[in-house]
């Protein structure tokens, strides 16, 4: 069974630098591409960024690109969202999904599935 665990969310002040975690269980990230996406109070979800198997594919949405970073410890078996110069409107519930396709769906949210239950992040000053 495919399950993914997210953590790292908190209470967080604009500029901050937090960090997710998306922990696999019942396969390895050998086998899968990784997707964050985020859905703020409100509004619907969106992707943020893919990271395929070997890392050779990444892509990010405009609103995060420069901003955050997504990779791939293959020894531990986890995938890291690097969240940089955070601002109000990054505050959302953050969930990794896998994809056996390599991030071919791009961040097209329909195309995803098997969440996590997602970590919350709260931007405030």
């Known amino acids: 069974q495919v399950k993914l665990e997210e953590s790292g969310g908190g209470l967080v002040q604009p500029g901050g630098i937090p960090r997710h975690t998306c922990a696999p269980s019942?396969?390895?990230?050998?086998?899968?591409?990784i997707g964050w996406f985020r859905q703020a109070p409100g509004k619907e979800r969106e992707g943020t960024s893919c990271i395929n198997e070997m890392s050779e594919y990444i892509t990010y949405a405009d609103s995060v690109k420069g901003r955050f970073t997504i990779s791939i410890d293959s020894a531990k078996n986890r995938v890291y969202l690097q969240m940089n110069n955070l601002k109000h409107e990054d505050t959302a519930a953050y969930h990794c999904?896998?994809?056996?396709?390599?991030?071919?769906?791009?961040?097209?949210?329909?195309?995803?599935?098997?969440w996590g239950q997602g970590t919350q992040v709260a931007v405030s000053s």
């Open positions: 019942g396969f390895t990230l050998d086998d899968y591409a």
């Open positions: 999904a896998p994809d056996v396709t390599g991030c071919t769906h791009g961040l097209a949210v329909n195309a995803w599935g098997s």
